[in-house]
């Protein structure tokens, strides 16, 4: 469904034969939206604008939608929708269970690959951004009527598992006692003794490579690691409240048995060549080479993200596939598309893309650290914000906090300003809802019903109206260019309207059409805050 603006947008290109460029009017006496069509177009054709605009408005036929347009001052264009559209709009939106998102007309096959932590190590910040931005794309997607598959490509294969185990059998370790935090502890105390003890670093080697070669008992302790760090993956999920469940996980090891494949067919194609002892894909561009077998036989996550792409393609049908990750992973994906593609494992018509993003600072402004230098899990993280606020408010404001500015720039984790209900912040869109919820409770219980939208008189109401029109068109626009900062700012504004509405337009106290149409109105933001907030992953509080 478009909006307002953009069939009023379409129909002056159409008489002007350009873009209209629409903006949002200053004042309310301009209307609702101004063009400066007329000054653009006067300055090509070196004719005077209030003329091109005297013949754009006489062309014009927009009685359907509009007043009469006016011009103003030196030749702009103002524009005031009828309000009678506005509210039959606004309507519309509230008996629509989407809230007018639209469907899109060819759902495609989208894989995401999102959260993917590393088996025997704690969630870090990095993978709380992944799980928190992947599951808004999911939520986004999905909402659109896309086949959405997660992909939790979690590091649960690799030359670590050697020591990993190694220690296990050192310390005749009962692997069922441990929990995710001591598995990563097991981890650290393996790392030091691989880097103290030559013999132990050789037995941790040749433990790769009996867990290479199938030996059952290696095998078997390295199920239960990993089963050990999903149990611990899956407790943080169900704190996030994130759609990710164990049918999702498709670790590195998910394509082991594909790599020799991979390596044998992009050789066989000349697209690998032998380099060093090592097969690899130079590609125009690069400085170096994709690595798709190391010289010592093994393979890595290179190869493995390549036979990832291939699987995603032909097994699951993919026909986008996104990455989340940091940023300072970009250049790995660049590669390992290039590759795909060279291959034809990747068709030209299946997009691939990686959105990195940014680092989140300590409040020094650097990277956050725990005390001793190291990661900072995400439990640590929402432990901070639940500090300063109940559990369900503290996780909207950390979901807000990493949604609402672009992807790729870092963030301050303050979980202080972050929590505040006023503000730009997660729990100041819950508390707008919760405002809503309120009015309407009260309502209920003075036994007033309401409808539809009919009354649309104070410049507050319609602007309140027409910002709710717009939000199936900026839900497309997050979709589309995977930008979740749009979808808050829409909401923000969203709050921000709601409240100058509701200073300037009693509700229950006025009387009438005028206040079942306002109590519409309400109910319209109610649902439109619910939605918006549910495709950020964010709970939309009745009280708060
Ligand atoms: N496990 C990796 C990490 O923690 C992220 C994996 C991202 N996905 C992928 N297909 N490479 O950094």
């Given at each position: 469904?478009?909006?307002?603006?953009?069939?009023?947008?379409?129909?002056?290109?159409?008489?002007?034969?350009?873009d209209?460029e629409?903006?949002?009017?200053?004042?309310?006496?301009?209307?609702?939206?101004?063009?400066?069509?007329a000054?653009?177009?006067?300055?090509?054709?070196?004719?005077?604008?209030?003329?091109?605009?005297?013949?754009?408005?006489?062309?014009?036929?927009?009685?359907?939608?509009?007043?009469?347009?006016?011009?103003?001052?030196?030749?702009?264009?103002?524009?005031?929708?009828?309000?009678?559209?506005?509210?039959?709009?606004?309507?519309?939106?509230?008996?629509?269970?989407?809230?007018?998102?639209?469907?899109?007309?060819?759902?495609?096959?989208?894989?995401?690959?999102?959260?993917s932590?590393?088996?025997?190590?704690?969630?870090?910040?990095?993978?709380?951004?992944?799980?928190?931005?992947?599951?808004?794309?999911?939520?986004?997607?999905?909402?659109?009527?896309?086949?959405?598959?997660?992909?939790?490509?979690?590091?649960?294969?690799?030359?670590?598992?050697?020591?990993?185990?190694?220690?296990?059998?050192?310390?005749?370790?009962?692997?069922?006692?441990?929990?995710?935090?001591?598995?990563?502890?097991?981890?650290?105390?393996?790392?030091?003794?691989?880097?103290?003890?030559?013999?132990?670093?050789?037995r941790?080697?040749?433990?790769?490579?009996?867990?290479?070669?199938?030996?059952?008992?290696?095998?078997?302790?390295?199920q239960?690691?990993?089963?050990?760090?999903?149990?611990?993956?899956?407790r943080?999920?169900?704190?996030?409240?994130?759609?990710?469940?164990?049918?999702?996980?498709?670790?590195?090891?998910?394509?082991?048995?594909?790599?020799?494949?991979?390596?044998?067919?992009?050789?066989?194609?000349?697209i690998?060549?032998?380099?060093?002892?090592?097969?690899?894909?130079?590609?125009?561009?690069?400085?170096?080479?994709?690595?798709?077998?190391?010289?010592?036989?093994?393979?890595?996550?290179?190869?493995?993200?390549?036979?990832a792409?291939?699987?995603?393609v032909?097994?699951?049908g993919?026909?986008?596939?996104?990455?989340?990750?940091?940023?300072?992973?970009?250049?790995?994906?660049?590669?390992?598309?290039?590759?795909?593609?060279?291959?034809?494992?990747?068709?030209?018509?299946?997009?691939?893309?990686h959105?990195?993003?940014?680092?989140?600072?300590?409040?020094?402004?650097?990277?956050?650290?725990?005390?001793d230098?190291?990661?900072?899990?995400?439990?640590?993280?929402?432990?901070?914000?639940?500090?300063?606020?109940?559990?369900?408010?503290?996780?909207?404001?950390?979901?807000?906090?990493?949604?609402?500015?672009?992807?790729h720039?870092?963030?301050?984790?303050?979980?202080?300003?972050?929590?505040?209900?006023?503000?730009?912040?997660?729990?100041?869109?819950?508390?707008?809802?919760?405002?809503?919820?309120?009015?309407?409770?009260?309502?209920?219980?003075?036994?007033?019903?309401?409808?539809?939208?009919?009354?649309?008189?104070?410049?507050?109401e319609?602007?309140?109206?027409?910002?709710?029109?717009?939000?199936g068109?900026?839900?497309?626009?997050?979709?589309?260019?995977?930008?979740?900062?749009?979808?808050?700012?829409?909401?923000?504004?969203?709050?921000?309207?709601?409240?100058?509405?509701?200073?300037?337009?009693?509700?229950?106290?006025?009387?009438?059409?005028?206040?079942?149409?306002?109590?519409?109105?309400?109910?319209a933001?109610?649902?439109?805050?619910?939605?918006?907030?549910?495709?950020?992953?964010?709970v939309?509080?009745?009280?708060?």
């Amino acid at each position: 469904m478009s909006s307002l603006p953009s069939i009023l947008s379409e129909r002056i290109e159409a008489v002007a034969g350009a873009d209209p460029e629409l903006r949002p009017a200053t004042k309310p006496q301009f209307g609702h939206f101004q063009s400066n069509v007329a000054l653009r177009l006067a300055k090509q054709e070196g004719a005077k604008p209030r003329d091109v605009a005297q013949r754009i408005v006489g062309a014009l036929n927009l009685d359907d939608l509009c007043e009469p347009p006016e011009i103003a001052g030196p030749g702009f264009i103002n524009f005031r929708l009828r309000t009678d559209v506005l509210a039959h709009a606004v309507d519309q939106q509230l008996a629509d269970p989407h809230a007018g998102i639209a469907w899109v007309d060819d759902p495609k096959t989208v894989v995401i690959d999102y959260s993917s932590p590393n088996v025997a190590k704690q969630m870090h910040v990095g993978h709380l951004r992944s799980t928190i931005i992947g599951d808004c794309f999911n939520r986004v997607l999905s909402a659109q009527g896309n086949r959405v598959l997660a992909q939790n490509h979690i590091g649960d294969w690799g030359r670590q598992f050697g020591m990993l185990i190694e220690q296990v059998t050192d310390e005749m370790l009962d692997l069922d006692t441990l929990d995710l935090p001591g598995a990563e502890a097991l981890y650290r105390r393996a790392n030091t003794h691989l880097n103290e003890d030559e013999a132990f670093a050789e037995r941790a080697r040749e433990r790769v490579v009996k867990l290479q070669s199938g030996d059952p008992e290696t095998r078997a302790s390295w199920q239960r690691l990993i089963k050990i760090s999903l149990a611990g993956f899956n407790r943080t999920y169900q704190r996030m409240n994130v759609l990710l469940t164990d049918e999702d996980v498709a670790g590195e090891s998910a394509y082991n048995e594909m790599l020799g494949q991979v390596a044998d067919d992009l050789e066989a194609r000349g697209i690998a060549v032998q380099d060093g002892g090592a097969l690899v894909v130079f590609v125009d561009g690069f400085d170096a080479p994709a690595i798709i077998r190391n010289s010592t036989g093994g393979y890595g996550y290179d190869a493995t993200d390549v036979a990832a792409i291939r699987f995603r393609v032909n097994e699951l049908g993919a026909e986008r596939i996104i990455y989340v990750t940091d940023a300072r992973q970009a250049h790995h994906f660049q590669l390992v598309f290039a590759v795909a593609r060279m291959a034809g494992y990747l068709p030209d018509d299946v997009q691939a893309q990686h959105v990195g993003f940014g680092m989140v600072l300590g409040p020094g402004g650097t990277p956050i650290k725990t005390r001793d230098g190291g990661a900072v899990t995400l439990e640590s993280l929402l432990d901070a914000a639940e500090e300063h606020a109940s559990p369900e408010i503290a996780l909207a404001a950390i979901k807000y906090a990493d949604l609402s500015n672009s992807l790729h720039k870092d963030y301050v984790f303050d979980a202080e300003r972050m929590t505040q209900t006023t503000g730009d912040t997660g729990p100041y869109l819950q508390y707008a809802h919760s405002r809503c919820a309120g009015i309407l409770r009260e309502a209920a219980a003075r036994e007033l019903t309401w409808s539809i939208v009919t009354v649309l008189d104070e410049p507050a109401e319609q602007e309140l109206a027409l910002w709710l029109t717009r939000f199936g068109e900026t839900v497309q626009a997050v979709a589309d260019e995977l930008t979740p900062h749009k979808l808050c700012t829409y909401l923000f504004e969203l709050a921000t309207k709601f409240s100058t509405f509701y200073e300037k337009c009693p509700v229950l106290k006025s009387e009438g059409e005028v206040q079942t149409s306002r109590l519409a109105l309400v109910a319209a933001t109610k649902q439109v805050l619910a939605t918006g907030l549910g495709l950020l992953g964010i709970v939309a509080p009745e009280r708060m």
